[in-house]
């Protein structure tokens, strides 16, 4: 087995005064050539962006794009021809692919929206973009693992990777098992509230911890807790 531990200290860290925000790897002015992925998950940032503020139009491409909101409600609009709102419980994704250009505001003007934006990087370059958005209940992931992304079209949001994003609300002294799809990848885990021991490691709010060559996580509530697993390709061959 293989860890890497970011503790939530570690983080870069940008205010911007409209945007206050956390990588987990390098981004912007935030180098670390220690921290510029995780196998194929480039980015994971933890933005809260400000009432009545957002980023205006900018282009990507070849990247798949994973939108996950904590709080508030952020307003999108891309040249797909999308104009959407998601808040807590939504899960947005977008393939970049050949290129497109989108938006991101707060819509709310009294309040701020928080945010995880996640990158990873395709399996098939050059693809058509697209865009999907879903709904999850929010119950459907008290003590349990909650599928949010997959390659496929079985639950959440379909990405171009063979990706899976879980998400989980658990009760303090709870217990879960998370295996891999595949015994090739890695998991990153992301710890969104409370106190959490994954695979023997005590981590607290916003810590982040990378594990691969395992074949499952054991995942033990020390607290209350919020944790996101994503499993990905730890190399694009």
Known sequence: MKTTIHKANTRGHANHGWLNTYHSFSFANYYDPQRMNFGILRV??????????GFGKHP??????VSIPLSGDLEH???????????EGDVQAMTAGTGVVHSEYNKNKDQDVKLLQIWVLPKKRNVTPSYSQ???KLEDRK?????????????GVTINQDAWFNITEMDSGKELT???HNNQNGVYAFVLEGNVTINDEKLNQRDGIGISEVNALNIKADSATKVLLMEVPMSLN
């Not at 990507?60 to 794009?65: K, L, S």
């Not at 609009?77 to 808040?87: A, F, H, L, P, Y």
């Not at 003590?143 to 639950?155: A, G, R, T, Y």
């Open 143 to 155: 003590n349990k693992l909650q599928q949010i992304v997959s390659p496929n079209d079985d639950e």
């Open 77 to 87: 609009e891309d040249s797909m021809g999308n104009k959407k709102v998601i808040k």
């Open 134 to 136: 879903i709904s999850m």
């Open 60 to 65: 990507h491409d070849n990247m798949e794009i």
């Open 178 to 180: 998370y295996k891999l």
């Open 44 to 53: 994971l940032n933890d933005d809260t962006i400000a009432a009545g503020m």
